[in-house]
């Protein structure tokens, strides 16, 4: 740990929003992961900019963190620089029917706050468990909506430090992808316009998306979402199951009994428990049925191999 570049972030954020060593299995849905060298909660435009700048002077690599919904973190954790935007970065606004958001405020947040505004059209992200930043470069999508079709404007950070708003138009939105993770852009906030709505109608919506993801959805175990992509013409939990392969188990990482599109941390599991297991997995889908299944969680530190684990 370089005491020089503590006190550099030190001096830019306040050693409140600095810590050193800090274990990413605090810091992901997914309870997994080792330390960080640093990890950092900056709560301003400005703030970001002077760590990156700090990141380039010292040649440390950075990693942009919501929640860590969507995230495995390795076993070793990661030889870099962790900046959270998160609850420290969460600021949510409602005009009319538009709602301006920081990249930290939560999906469910912001869901709520339409919903408490009589606004309709966010319904679907209510139970998403991510950040509006990651949702946006993802183009986060369930139950039929997707950010795309909400979104009106993007404000990022690009790799210079320069900040740009882009219209929805320009952020080339697709399956799981948008022109922010293309070009490597940093997420600051997002307009999101919805149309209003009856407020009864808007509740009673949500209830039925909470009650039916209740109901499929392994969210009494830590878990990472969906482990793997949609492949075309198919759905992933279902070649899992019909694989045999409901309830198999590597280490403390099992694939859901619930849902077979999920991989849970039953048992203290190990970055390399689940590696394991979602090699097993592709191996097993690709020999029974000839599709080769993607990754959807995103790998964070080092991984040799993994095992020979298909890692994007």
Known sequence: MNQNVIEKFNNLLGEEKVKADEPMKRHT???????????????????????????????????????????????EGYRGVIIQL????????????????????????????????????????????????????????????????????VTVMTGNGEILTLPAEKLEMGYRTSVVKTNGYLV?????????????????????????????????????????????????GKLIMDAGLRGYQTGGAQVAEKHCGFVINKDNATAADVCRLMKDVQDKVKEQFGVTLEPEVKFLGNFGDAFGLNIK
């Open 29 to 75: 849905t997914f309870r997994i992961g080792g330390p960080a060298d640093y990890f950092l909660m900056p709560s301003s435009p400005k703030e970001v900019k002077g760590i990156i700048e700090i990141c380039k002077e010292e040649s440390l690599p950075y990693f942009i963190l919501g929640n860590g919904s969507n995230l495995l973190v390795s076993d």
């Open 86 to 153: 998160y609850r420290n970065y969460g600021d949510i606004s409602v005009e009319g029917n538009v709602i301006r958001a920081n990249a930290g405020a939560l999906l469910s947040q912001i869901a709520s706050a339409a919903k408490n505004a009589s606004l309709t059209g966010f319904e679907f992200a209510g139970g998403i468990p991510g950040t509006l930043g990651g949702a946006v470069v993802m183009n986060a999508g369930a139950y039929g909506g997707e950010m795309k079709d909400v979104l009106k404007e």
């Open 188 to 236: 600051l906030g997002a307009v999101i316009e919805l149309e209003k709505g009856d407020q009864e109608a808007i509740k009673t919506r949500m209830k039925e998306l909470t009650e039916q993801r209740v109901g499929k959805q392994p969210l009494e175990f830590p878990s990472a979402g969906s482990t793997f992509k949609r492949p075309e013409g198919y759905f992933a």
